[in-house]
């Protein structure tokens, strides 16, 4: 039986904040991190870090590219992560107390997981991290799941020794398993007092492989996923009544601030939002939604409805993700886009396509002057009836390289599907209701009324 989350004290909300990874608060910003470790360093190009992140880059993907594109190599700019006190275990004083980790928030995946003591074990693999695994053998209130509990959550098939256990595939080769459990999860809420949910199930991960394109820097301080799609075990569902089966965010242009993540009630209300219907096209725990066409600067680009809609098996299609960095096209979808911006583009008299190698093929370009940066396209996104309006500064990604002033185009190709990544919500606040179905959404004061 599942009998789902609950709190001490009755919540009708929860704010989280998250935390950018180059964030004064973060562990990797320079100030706090060991004097040896401060060092910059050096960049063979200025947009290293925009890569596909669902948590993931396809392995087979990755390893076609022997020649990584510098959009499309390691390091990651916009990676937000939430902190949550996972446990219960027994201090000195004789208080319980829970321990603090990092988990990066997928809206693409279902289930919530965190590296475990049990990675460690002959013939298990960790994935690298700068702290030591969970100790969930310590914790107090860590509770697995028996197959014989007859948990909604365990699967048929997916028992082990008796215990119900989960795996969750990220890409060819590239992959975690580990045992179901029942735990306490804390959340400072926005207010500063601390809120506990016990019997949060969730993954305690003992074997993870191929997971270097997650986590890709070495002192990697995010110990596993908070869970945020559809289905009945994602993160959002076991708040039951204190979500509402509702949450909301807004992404500041900032990438060192900080942003919040709001459940239920506690979503700021906003004026003019549009809305367009979300739906679950399984087995995806994506939230896709309905891409009708795209336009740069009012003009509708030739697309193929075929290469936009989901097809019999579940691909194609468009999702979107506020854990992918940047937006993902399939490749006819892409190519199109590519053209048409580079088009546009070419009339600028104040800007120079910027060759990184003759390999690749990133639209970029440098601003010969400040007036470079003027009449840079708008690209729209129309939805079923509503329209994702992509200012120019959502659209480029812009750096200074060796005293240029040099900008590449934020999105990438993909071979199998659409996602609408972060980079492109920018400056936007948006509310998904998953019991109505609906995703909300509208330019906003991120800084104000996130």
């Not at 997981?113 to 700068?130: A, D, L, R, S, V």
């Not at 120019?392 to 900008?407: H, Q, S, Y």
Request: glycine share 8%; net charge positive; aromatic share 10%.
């Amino acid at each position: 039986m599942f009998s789902g989350c609950s709190a001490a004290v009755q919540l009708d909300g929860l704010t989280m904040e998250l935390f950018h990874r180059d964030s004064p608060r973060s562990p990797l910003h320079p100030g706090n991190l060991p004097l040896a470790e401060r060092i910059p360093k050096p960049s063979a190009c200025p947009f290293a870090g925009l890569h596909h992140q669902t948590g993931m880059i396809s392995a087979s993907k990755a390893a076609a590219n022997k020649m990584i594109s510098p959009l499309t190599s390691y390091g990651d700019p916009f990676l937000f992560f939430a902190q949550v006190g996972v446990g219960s275990f027994q201090e000195k004083s004789g208080r319980p107390r829970f321990k603090t980790y990092n988990f990066q928030i997928d809206t693409g995946n279902e289930l919530s997981w965190i590296q475990c003591e049990g990675c460690q074990n002959k013939g298990n693999m960790c994935f690298p991290h700068k702290d030591p695994p969970y100790l969930n053998s310590q914790s107090r209130s860590y509770n697995p799941i028996s197959c014989n509990d007859q948990h909604s959550f365990c699967e048929p098939g997916q028992c082990k020794e008796g215990m119900c256990t989960y795996n969750v595939t990220y890409g060819p080769g590239s992959y975690t398993s580990g045992n179901l459990a029942n735990e306490t999860f804390t959340f400072y809420s926005s207010h500063g007092k601390q809120e506990a949910l016990e019997d949060i199930t969730f993954g305690c991960s003992t074997d993870s492989r191929n997971m270097k394109y997650a986590f890709l820097f070495d002192k990697n301080p995010v110990s596993g996923v908070l869970g945020m799609g559809w289905g009945p075990r994602s993160f959002l569902a076991q708040l039951g009544s204190i979500s509402h089966g509702k949450f909301s965010y807004c992404i500041k242009a900032n990438n060192t601030q900080n942003t919040y993540l709001r459940f239920g009630k506690h979503i700021v209300r906003s004026k003019n939002l549009q809305t367009t219907r979300i739906m679950q096209v399984k087995p995806s725990a994506a939230y896709h939604v309905n891409l009708l066409g795209i336009s740069v600067n009012g003009v509708k680009l030739n697309i193929t409805k075929t290469d936009l809609a989901v097809r019999k098996d579940g691909s194609r299609g468009c999702s979107i993700d506020a854990g992918t960095l940047a937006t993902l096209l399939v490749k006819p979808v892409f190519d199109t886009l590519h053209a048409a911006l580079a088009d546009h583009l070419s009339r600028n008299q104040n800007l120079k396509r910027w060759i990184i190698h003759k390999l690749h093929k990133d639209l970029c370009y440098e601003q010969l002057s400040d007036a470079g940066r003027e009449n840079l396209p708008v690209v729209t996104f129309h939805l079923e009836n509503a329209d994702l309006e992509v200012k120019p500064g959502a659209i480029f990604l812009f750096r200074e390289f060796e005293g240029k002033n040099v900008f590449c185009l934020s999105m990438l190709s993909d071979d199998s599907k659409t996602i609408i990544g972060a980079y492109q919500q920018m400056k936007q606040k948006f509310v998904y209701d998953t019991k109505a179905r609906v995703l909300s959404f509208g330019p906003e004061d991120c800084e104000k009324n996130g």
